[in-house]
């Protein structure tokens, strides 16, 4: 084995600390890739997303394997005395009962299809759009496009992602983000050559304790499902299907 002066061993350190490193696994294609992030912007934008309030419907199969489940275990169920039975049965019947009514499905929002409104699809999730002046948008045009924001100085892309997403609720004090990583990011290809080709990274962001935000700095917005969304993006649908991973 050789052997290394401390010195020796110093210096050696200190070049490799020293020594510019890029995410590629080949010296040769490092300074490409730099070259490839000076040209372009990153842009920041956020999937807020409305959790469902409700429990949803259960699909008429997986209803009539619960129904013929339950239905077998009956039949080998162990059978309790009348007296224990007779006091489960009376638990709870008191002056302090309180009957329950369900809140309904089907809200007013529902039926005149209002996608302002927090209070439509309660089974289901709600993702934010808006509607107006973006980066990158053809023609300086205003269209529907999610909460974003062109990276500048911030820290990190998850500050600027919160920065995007407080410019038009005003704060963020009703916002959960979930991760500090992207769920996803996309490479925009602009065939208009007064903007760049730039790279859009996604965040998640979750509706907490409210039903209403005072949205601004926008010409219009809406709540809408993973459905509707798509018909929003016909041209980057099957990519926002596979981004968006909606389990009902």
Excluded at 133 to 145: E, L, R
Excluded at 196 to 220: A, E, L, M, N, P
Excluded at 222 to 232: G, H
Aim: net charge positive; hydrophobic share 40%; glycine share 6%.
């Amino acid at each position: 084995m050789l052997s290394r002066s401390p010195a020796t061993a110093s210096l050696l350190l200190r070049s490799l600390l020293l020594k510019p490193r890029g995410f590629s696994s080949s010296a040769a294609a490092a300074p490409a890739a730099t070259k490839g992030a000076d040209n372009g912007k990153l842009v920041a934008s956020v999937l807020f997303e409305r959790l469902p309030v409700v429990i949803p419907k259960i699909d008429p199969v997986v209803y009539a394997f619960q129904e013929f489940s339950f239905r077998w275990r009956q039949q080998y169920r162990r059978q309790y005395p009348e007296e224990v039975l007779g006091k489960a049965d009376a638990r709870g019947k008191g002056d302090y009962q309180i009957d329950y009514v369900p809140a309904p499905r089907i809200t007013e929002a529902d039926k005149t299809n209002d996608r302002k409104s927090l209070q439509r699809a309660l089974d289901n999730k709600l993702y934010l759009l808006l509607y107006g002046n973006t980066y990158g948008a053809p023609d300086g045009k205003p269209v529907w496009h999610f909460p974003e924001k062109v990276y500048e100085n911030e820290e990190t892309m998850r500050l600027c992602a919160e920065s995007a997403l407080k410019s038009i609720l005003g704060g963020l004090d009703n916002t959960y983000f979930v991760g500090n990583a992207p769920m996803a990011h996309m490479a925009v290809e602009q065939t208009d050559s007064s903007v760049s080709s730039f790279k859009r990274f996604f965040f998640k962001s979750q509706v907490v304790g409210t039903t209403k935000y005072h949205i601004g700095k926008c010409k219009d917005y809406a709540w809408v499902t993973k459905d509707e969304l798509l018909d929003y993006f016909p041209e980057n649908k099957e990519f926002f299907n596979k981004m968006i991973i909606h389990i009902r």
